[in-house]
């Protein structure tokens, strides 16, 4: 073991001797390898005995000792070995006598041994490979702030120093599967020896000259950065890490760490699918785009630009987004193109906008930390942005935040926070106007800020101030306590910087509208707007909700939200896409394109990214609407439910196929790289 070479070396075998660079060995003395030896052919012929005889003790340890091939995952990114290397480390040999008590030195104490933990789905934890450093805690406690794994006890479950213990993820040796763990893949990514291993990832030695490719995550609207290591001889991803952004810090959630398998599906669409005697049969390009091109071409000459429609996307990128609604209006000429943004934030963008003119989030994620008080209403961020979650939950544990969280249900972030307050459904407005009042009362507003820079507080007054909001009338209607109301706008009214956050619980609601204007007056009202670790602070659902909003991929606008009844902006468009005969008038929006289909109004419509049976509301009306229609195109990666009725499938590219740009949840726009 003395003559290792101090060189790194992928320590893995090649297909053949040549591929081997003899070069990293010239000071190491060639050892011919041992001939088993053998029973005679003489000897063979007369008996049925063993034909190899095998070795003996040190003729099998000295070819043991040949082996150039290292059984662990984590063979060419071990910083054990590599800090072992610089640093000149020397291995500890333990002198074994050749007659020693082989079965005594297994059964002794001298060394711990731990049985493999595969109870998870993702994740192998194999204790054996444990060095005690401790990085995989921190990450988990400190950094993700989930709290699972720690340090408690030996195997035995007596209390343990530091050096002969391992992490756990519970009492009594609770397995990981057991556990609480959320398989967020943190510990992967820190431990330094291949203890924490992706367990998916069968191969024993990596390859080590992957590609590295820097992209976003499109799971959600943080947009997380992360780096796919791609084996490029096997096309596919072979594992994912959390990339060094202001957005994530390197952390990712189970579905950014280990969700990447469906790239590679073989139910993936490869070829376009037109629909033949009542089937999709596979069909070129050249006939799909053509069959496609005629049959709009024919409903726009027969019945007018506006029979026509086109559902985007939130999942593709800003340059889709731009070049779908420019499609449906420059060529099909209509403003009949709208997306999912409909179902979720459109109460956000109306609201922010009459309250402050953008409807957008007002702050950036690093901000989180800068925030005394972090109010959370309608979102449960655990579980549909854990990224947002561990922000939050750092700035409670190591910057002092303090945490209010209101929602029907009990929530993660609940269990972090200083006040939970469960409100009945749709009591939000009363909750938050009974806020503002008591702050008004106490004097706890910002009459500095409203004088310098907010119109309506009159108007606002007259509103909140009235008895329908009075202690106990609102929690008659809300059902939270007056103390615990009181203490709310305590908290909020008194604080320097308090940061809402809100998600679908607020807006997926007949009153969305009315909930994020009291959202903004109460935000308004203390002075939190255009401060940072303060602000309004939507969480988008899709990945690219705000930038296709931005691209124009709605009914009343064209990109960044310039009208398209404004004549000066109608002209410029026109003459930018020379296109002067674009539709002046509003177009219609998702759910009324698909009542004017089932009307017969609307007879053409393109879907791009889109599963309208899966996601829109009444199945039964979608279903009815799509198959009132004339010719109906889908381009999706997959068969969705919407493709199965349409007549022209056309595949796309996933995320780490295309180049591009997204736009997340904070307004940060973000590099989309092809793999």
């Known amino acids: 073991m003395e003559n290792i070479p101090v060189t790194p070396f992928n320590a893995r075998k090649g297909k053949s001797l040549k591929q081997v660079d003899s070069a990293q060995f010239e000071s190491i003395q060639k050892v011919s390898r041992k001939i088993m030896p053998e029973l005679s052919s003489t000897q063979r012929e007369q008996s049925f005995a063993e034909v190899e005889l095998g070795f003996d003790n040190a003729e099998a340890m000295a070819e043991a ?136 990832d069968r191969a024993q030695g990596r390859i080590e000259n992957l590609k590295i490719v820097d992209t976003i995550c499109t799971y959600c609207g943080v947009g997380c950065k992360v780096s796919m290591h791609v084996d490029e001889d096997a096309n596919q991803i072979r594992y994912v890490k959390g990339g060094d952004s202001p957005v994530n810090e390197g952390m990712l959630c189970v579905k950014g760490r280990f969700g990447f398998d469906f790239i590679g599906s073989d139910e993936r669409l490869t070829t376009p699918l037109i629909r033949k005697d009542g089937w999709l049969q596979p069909a070129s390009w050249e006939e799909a785009i053509e069959l496609v091109a005629s049959k709009f071409t024919s409903i726009k000459q027969s019945f007018g630009g506006n029979a026509l429609a086109g559902f985007s996307s939130a999942k593709t990128t800003n340059e889709d987004n731009y070049a779908f609604q420019k499609f449906v209006r420059r060529e099909l000429g209509t403003n009949n193109v709208d997306h999912c943004a409909r179902l979720c934030h459109a109460s956000t963008v109306t609201g922010l906008e009459a309250s402050l003119g953008s409807g957008a989030m007002t702050n950036d994620i690093p901000s989180i930390k800068h925030s005394d008080v972090i109010f959370v209403i309608g979102s449960d961020t655990t579980a549909a942005h854990p990224i947002i979650a561990s922000h939050i939950k750092q700035a409670v544990r190591h910057h ?189 929006t998702l759910t009324e394109i698909i009542d004017a289909a089932c009307k017969r109004e609307v007879r053409g419509l393109y879907v791009m990214g889109e599963n309208p049976v899966l996601s829109d509301p009444d199945q039964a009306h979608v279903l009815e609407g799509l198959e009132a229609l004339d010719f109906l195109v889908v381009q999706d990666i997959f068969l969705t439910e919407t493709a199965q009725y349409a007549d022209v499938v056309l595949p796309s590219c996933s995320f780490a196929e295309k180049a591009g740009h997204f736009t997340n949840t904070e307004r940060r726009v973000q590099r989309l790289n092809c793999g």
């Open 400 to 588: 002092g935040a303090r945490l209010i969280v209101a929602d029907p249900k009990r929530i993660e972030l609940a269990d972090h926070a200083e006040l939970y307050m469960a409100q009945r459904p749709g009591t939000d407005v009363m909750l938050i106007n009974g806020v503002m009042q008591q702050i008004i009362k106490n004097g706890w507003y910002d009459m500095e800020y409203i004088e310098e820079r907010v119109d309506g507080f009159d108007t606002l007054l007259q509103e909140v101030m009235s008895p329908s909001y009075a202690l106990d009338k609102v929690e008659l209607v809300t059902g939270i306590k007056a103390e615990d109301i009181f203490a709310m706008a305590r908290t909020i009214g008194t604080a320097k910087r308090t940061a809402v956050y809100y998600a679908m619980g607020i807006t997926q609601h007949t009153t969305g509208h009315d909930n994020v204007r009291s959202i903004a007056n109460l935000q308004m009202l203390c002075g939190n707007i255009g401060i940072e670790g303060g602000g309004i602070n939507p969480l988008r659902g899709q990945s690219n909700v705000q930038g296709a909003c931005d691209m124009g991929a709605l009914p009343n606008n064209f990109p960044g939200y310039q009208k398209v009844y404004n004549p000066l902006v109608h002209q410029k468009f026109a003459i930018e896409w020379d296109a002067p005969n674009l539709p002046t008038e509003t177009g219609l």
């Open 65 to 200: 000792a040949r082996c150039l091939e290292c059984g662990c995952q984590a063979n060419t990114n071990c910083d054990l070995r590599d800090y072992s290397t610089e640093y000149g480390a020397s291995q500890t040999n333990i002198e074994i006598k050749s007659d020693c008590d082989w079965q005594a030195i297994r059964n002794s104490d001298t060394r711990q041994k731990f049985s493999v933990d595969n109870s998870s789905e993702f994740i192998v934890f194999d204790a054996n490979r444990c060095i005690s450093c401790g990085q995989c805690v921190q990450a988990c406690r400190e950094q993700s702030v989930h709290g699972v794994l720690s340090f408690m006890s030996n195997k035995d479950g007596r209390p343990a120093s530091r050096p002969e213990c391992r992490p756990n993820f519970g009492p009594n040796q609770t397995l990981m599967g057991d556990s609480a763990c959320v398989q967020c893949g943190a510990c992967i990514q820190v431990c330094p020896t291949g203890a924490m291993m992706d367990g998916r």
